[in-house]
Each structure stands twice: as C-alpha cells, then as structure tokens.
C-alpha cells in the first residue's frame, strides 16, 4: 500500500518538504540564474530534484563522481555536466567518454596524469582544477598556465577553470568569510587569464552571496537545496528541507530512543539535532534523546514520530534509497536517490 | 573484465583480507563454539560473510533490522535469527512474521506497546531486552519479570532475556571493563531469574573474553570478523581484515588526495588511518594526506592505490555494494553486501 502521510512510513524515511525545497531552489535561482549557477548533483544524488533544479532555469550541472554523471545523462537532465573531480579509472573514463557523445560532458584535471588519462578515454573538454587555497585537489595557480598548454598538445578543448574555496566554507563571520574568497579568486583570475578559455567556476552554498565582486561567472552550489545544521549556522536564507522521520521505539523515565541510527545519518560534523529534544548519543540504528527543558512535559510514547535534521546533508542522503516528498505530514511523492555510488 | 588483482578495481573499493577474516572467525569460534556465539550481522551486512561464520559452527544469529532477517532467511543462512531491537511497524512485523515460518525469528521487546506490536503480526518469539547500563533500549531490571509476563499473556513464548553493555565496550582499562561487565551482568542475571526462560544474551566484541563467570549463555559479537582502529585500540586478538582501496588522484608538494571520502567511511569514530600517512581530513569524496616522518621518502603517484583502514566498521559496511575478497592484492572473489537498509 502506498502510504498518504509520514505516520504510515516505516522508518528510517528520508523526508523533503517540498515547499522549504522550492523556496531554497528559488532563492537561489533569484540570486544566480541560468548557467550563473551550475548546481552540485553530489548533495542530493537524486535526478528528480535535479530536474526540479532545470526547471528553475539551471542546465548545467556539477557532478562528483562518474556514477553522477552517467546517471544524469541516462536521465537526461542538463546539457552541460561537469565532474569536479579528479578520476584515473580507465573504465570510468571510457564510461563518461560514451556518455559525452550524447551530452557534454567536462571533467577537472590538475595534473599531466589526469590529462593523459581523459585524452586516452577520448573525452575532450577539461576544466584545469586551480588549487586556491583548500588542500585537496588542484594545481598550483602559477603552474594552471603550463598545465592548459599540456592539455591542449593532447588536442584537448580547455574550457576554462574551476577553483573549490572549500576552506572558507564554514568561517563563522560573513566579513571573514568574504575576505577569504576574494584572495582565493584572486589566485583563480590569474590562473584564468594564463588558462583562457570562457568558464571559471567557483563556489559553494556557504559563499553563494561573497562572489559579487569577483571573477567567478559560475557558482557550484548544492548543500542549498536541502540544508543541513551545519550549513545552517552561517544564517543563510535557505531553509531546512530535509530531515530523517524516525519512530520511537523505546522510553523509560530518562530518556527516548528513535530509530534513526548513524546509518541513516552524515556523522562527519557530528550529531544531529531534534526540534524539542537533546541528542545524547547516536549508535547504529538508534539514536538517544531526552526532552529539552522547554518541552519537558510533553508526552511522547512507543510508536510515536519524531524528525531528525542531519548534521551534514550529502552523506547522509547517499545513505537512502529513496525520499518522500512531503507537504505537512501528507505524502506527495517519492523520488528515487539514484545516483549513489561512484 | 573481472579483476584480478586489486590494482585493476576502480575505487574506492572494499576490500576484505580473506585469510585475516578466517582468523577472526577461528579465533573467537575456539573462545565461544556453536550457540555460545550469537554472530551479529549488522557489523557486516553480507549474507556470504555470515555464512562463512556458520561454517565455523555458528548457526544462531543476531540482526539489528527487519531487512537483515528477511536477507538472512532469504539466503538461507543460520536456524535461529534474533531481532536484537524493538520494531513497531506493522509491515515490517508482518514480514518478519512471515519469514518465522520457515527459520525461527526471535524478536526484542521492552515495553507493551512492542508486545502488543510483535503478538498482532503474529510472532510467536521474542527476548526481554534489559537495560543493563546503556542508555538506549531496554526495560528496567526490576520491570523484566512483569513485562514476560504481560507477553505469556498475549500467547508469545518467552525465550529468555538480552541485555547489551554497550557503554563499557570502549573503556580503555580491561580490569575495569571487566568490573564494569560483571556489575551489568549482575542486573541481567537477576532479570533473567525473574523473567525464566532458556537464554541469556549480551556481549559484543570489547567484552568477548570478559564473560567467563558471568551468567551469560551466548555472545552477541559482530565487529570481531572484519574490525576497526576503534576496536583496534583495545588489544584484542582480532586482525584488521577490512580496508577500503583508494586511488592517488592528486599530489602536491605538501600533500596528496585519495579518492575515498566520508560517503564511503563511517565518520562517526573520527577519520580513518592510513599506514604510514596522517590523515589531515575526510571530504565527501577524498582523504587529504601527508607522509608520516618514517615514510617521507616514499614516493606516490597519481594512480597509486592506498588502502584505508576505517574508524568504525558497521557504518563503512552500510555504505558499500560489493567486498573484494582478497589475498595480498590478488582477487580471490566479491561479495554482495546484501542486508543494507532497514
């Protein structure tokens, strides 16, 4: 029987309230329209709610993993993916080389090694990935120059570059934060301008508002659609569409168990939290609770449902097969989490 | 292709040391034989593993969700399967229920309300779960006695008590562990006295050797098989027989990227390890490295493989599809982890 509303679920269920969804994708449409925008498909891993993304004017995509990629191309959603990523994997390659044939598909290189490797698989558009600051992937600025030059020997299309301020994401103060970007697109407009090519992308949903005076003229942003308490400490006008519906399964004097565990939960920015209630403890499938002072006596018994808002939203929706899309605790629709995995 | 050696997989990728497995599993099968252990499957989420374990005489098992029972049954592994958590869904009962008619399910209760839940699905077994320390499930000691009773009435066979002193699995001291396990089994002794019944179940694998003169009569043990550097940490006798492989996708002078992120590790214990690297952080998709003093000289390259050795190995399970069975780097078959979800 398909359930109609939240409290026929058997839970663990992912929950989108659908509402809070659109707000957010708007808000940043408003913000960033078009191809200002290529939303991140890595935190949702879901082709329904990218395509609810297309029709808020987006047709390009950033993706994290070829499994992202082939799956929205099989979908046919966007017109111009691109894998911020780093990838090696000679069947991957060859994989995304096949899909490139129907749409386009770019893939970041930051070395000689991952150039060879996506001009072996035939694949021919690459973003040269500028390292600006974050210690992760990327090369260095003052050598993105030479690495275009590389690629192009290699009879590569280098369309521009990328460069993830992943460092400054979660600086608590917005004027901080604002500075830190600025200095890192000052290293990717340099290595811009010794690149060439027309597209240099940036960003993520902590800095979406930091970008106006800087050299970007696209934003990766994806943590924007569905949120997370993480995200939300920054103050950002998007709202929490995301939460894991539990049922409680056991209470004594003290304290309640809902059966939302940390296989169901992104655990990486620690525990998450419960309108009403303090999180002691999260284990496997269960996570402890004991009711905040303000609600104290309120009643809750065996059977009853209670949401859970991840502490952080990608990991914890590539543990889902599925979400319900929710209006209230009335059930619209269910999308399936389709592009997980690598 | 099927690969060979683990240098063909594409990454990341779990991989299982077969004859570092076989140890665990003979280790602690000489320790507690046949029934004394009640493998749980939930710290590996493989229905091939679990029938590895029955080959070293375990035919009784333990599982934490519906979806591992019905998985279990389905492959037609172990005579005796404990649901070792309170469930109140009636589908999922039902399911249980149903699968009760060919292999014997047991399931916990620690309140009426889970009673009430089990009797109308019509299950006809079930285990008192008593608190015994840890704040999670589980019905008061001194409430155990009447809780059987209330479920004679309701026509369920009352099988005897669990009780699981997941606080002390972590304490660093074993003399305190000890003391720690002896107290907590004290309460579930005296339950299991008022409640009747042939079993007494309780342990995981910190408290494995710690059970001697308590009053229990079979071990729940599941992260002994495949481990982790939480458990690690404890001195046991058990190998690290899990790694997920990553490849080297990017270098640079300070640090290198391995493609195994936070989506493909349990987070919940901290970061993973890598020998003879410190780990700087976990991102979705990545793990930023350096070279640890000893192996400063070694040189890395793009396409490089590294194994990575998770905090917590139950999550890790949950978040993979496939186990390369390996010896060395040679691939000797895969697994489906096929009890994921709930």
């Known amino acids: 029987m398909q359930p109609h509303t939240t409290s026929q679920l058997a839970t663990p269920a ?7 969804l659109n707000g957010n994708l708007r808000t940043m449409s408003l913000r960033h329209n078009g191809a200002k925008l290529r939303p ?36 046919g959603v966007g017109e111009d993916l691109l894998l911020a990523n780093e990838v090696v994997d000679r069947d991957r390659l060859n994989s995304l080389a096949k899909v490139s044939e129907k749409v386009r598909v770019t893939v970041a290189v930051d070395s000689n090694a991952t150039i060879i490797a996506a001009a072996s698989a035939g694949l021919r558009d690459v973003l040269i990935d500028v390292n600006v600051g974050l210690k992760r992937c990327g090369v260095a600025p003052q050598l993105a120059g030479q690495l275009a030059d590389f690629a192009r020997k290699q009879k590569i299309t280098v369309r521009g570059v990328m460069g993830y301020e992943g460092h400054l994401m979660m600086i ?3 004027d901080k934060r604002k500075l830190g970007v600025a200095e890192s697109m000052r290293l990717l407009a340099q290595a811009a301008t010794d690149v060439g090519g027309e597209i240099i992308s940036a960003g993520g949903t902590g800095t979406f508002d930091l970008h106006d005076e800087t050299c970007i003229n696209e934003l990766q942003a994806g943590s924007y659609a569905l949120m997370d308490t993480h995200y939300a400490k920054l103050g950002l006008p998007f709202a929490q569409s995301c939460f894991v519906l539990g049922t409680v399964i056991s209470t004594s004097q003290d304290w309640l168990v809902v059966d939302v565990g940390l296989k169901s939960l992104g655990m990486d920015h620690g525990n998450p939290t419960v309108d009403g209630f303090e999180v002691l ?11 905040s002072k303000e609600s104290a006596s309120t009643k809750v ?32 629709d269910s999308w399936s989490i389709d592009l997980r995995g690598w």
Not at 46 to 52: D, I, P, Y
């Open 14 to 20: 992912l929950l989108v309230d659908l509402d809070a």
């Open 40 to 75: 991140h498909t890595k935190a949702h891993k879901c082709t329904q709610l990218a395509n609810l993304q297309l029709q808020y004017g987006h047709k390009t995509f950033t993706c994290a993993t070829p499994r992202e990629i082939i799956g929205m191309a099989a979908a």
């Open 172 to 174: 608590d103060s917005r």
């Open 281 to 291: 403890f999260c284990s496997d499938e269960h996570t402890t609770l004991v009711p």
């Open 301 to 332: 018994s065996v059977g009853d449902k209670l949401r859970v808002v991840p502490a952080h939203i990608d990991p914890t929706m590539a543990m889902h097969e599925l979400a319900y899309l929710v209006r209230g605790d009335e059930i619209i």
